[in-house]
Nanobody, 125 residues
């Protein structure tokens, strides 16, 4: 059974950094482009960034590009999101996503094959 499990969320102070991890199982991980989305309270789920199957291509939301880095380790079936200089508005649930067609690299969530359950990130002042 295909599964994505996020970890690394929690309560962090504004200005700090965090690293979220996503462990994939039950799928041929290296076939999939992987991405991160987030959803703030009362808002729609938004694209954070994505990485292609071999890690050589990344794409980020324009507003987050300067503070975000996505990486992956195909040997471990893991994808990571590192964010620095966290702001209060970064608070939300962060979701990992897998897309076989790689349209996630355009920020498109409509073709996501698998979603994780999400991990809560709360940024405090």
């Amino acid at each position: 059974q295909e599964q994505l499990v996020e970890s690394g969320g929690g309560l962090v102070q504004a200005g700090a950094s965090l690293r979220l991890s996503c462990a994939a199982s039950g799928l041929t991980f290296s076939n999939y482009a992987m991405g991160w989305f987030r959803q703030a309270p009362g808002k729609e789920r938004e694209f954070v960034g994505a990485i292609n199957w071999n890690g050589r291509v990344t794409h980020y939301a324009a507003s987050l590009k300067e503070r975000s880095t996505i990486s992956r380790d195909n040997a471990k079936n893991m994808v990571y999101l590192h964010m620095n200089s966290l702001k209060l508005e970064d608070t939300g649930i962060y979701y990992c996503a897998a897309d076989l067609r790689s349209r996630i690299l355009r920020g498109d969530r409509d073709y996501v094959d698998y979603w994780g359950q999400g991990t809560q990130v709360t940024v405090s002042s």
